[in-house]
């Protein structure tokens, strides 16, 4: 089942997070302070009690999101959990009026597969920057894509 988050599904967020970053170094980890300040952008995917996979989306500007922290635990990936739970931030990004999501990634086989496309860095927003300033794998260590959908 796919739903937003809720605070008792940090842990477990954390969690997801920090053991992609162990096992693939795709997705940044987030602290605590981090997820609670940013519960509200995080969909789920639960079984059972278990929180196997989780996915944010992050409003930038007027009319721009991004999809974030995309995870699905390593034995139930192939399930379709990752299509839902972007499609769960895509159908949230319309209901708030936003119509153009990116995402940096190096999963760039999945995300065409939804419809998104390659897009240089500079014609994105330049609040994009600010994560990648933050970023510990910026310049020298970072192999993500932008790649944008319009809606
Ligand atoms: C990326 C990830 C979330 C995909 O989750 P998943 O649940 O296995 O993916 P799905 O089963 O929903 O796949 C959806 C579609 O994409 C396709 N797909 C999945 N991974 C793919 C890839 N690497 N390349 C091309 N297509 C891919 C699937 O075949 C499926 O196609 P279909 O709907 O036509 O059958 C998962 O592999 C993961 O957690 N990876 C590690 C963390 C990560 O890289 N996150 C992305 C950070 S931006």
Redesign the pocket.
Known sequence: MIRKARIDDVKAIHSLLLL?KEH?G??LPRSFSQLYSHLRDFFVVVEGDEVI?CCALNIIWDNLAE??S???L?E??????????VEACLSEAVTLGIYEVY?????T??????GFVEEGMEKLNQKVFIDCMNCPRFPDHCNEVAMVLNL
């Open positions: 992609t693939d795709l997705v996979g999809i974030r995309l995870v699905v390593p139930h990936r192939g399930k379709k959990l990752g299509r839902k739970l995402t940096l990634t190096e999963q086989g999945f995300f065409a597969h939804l």
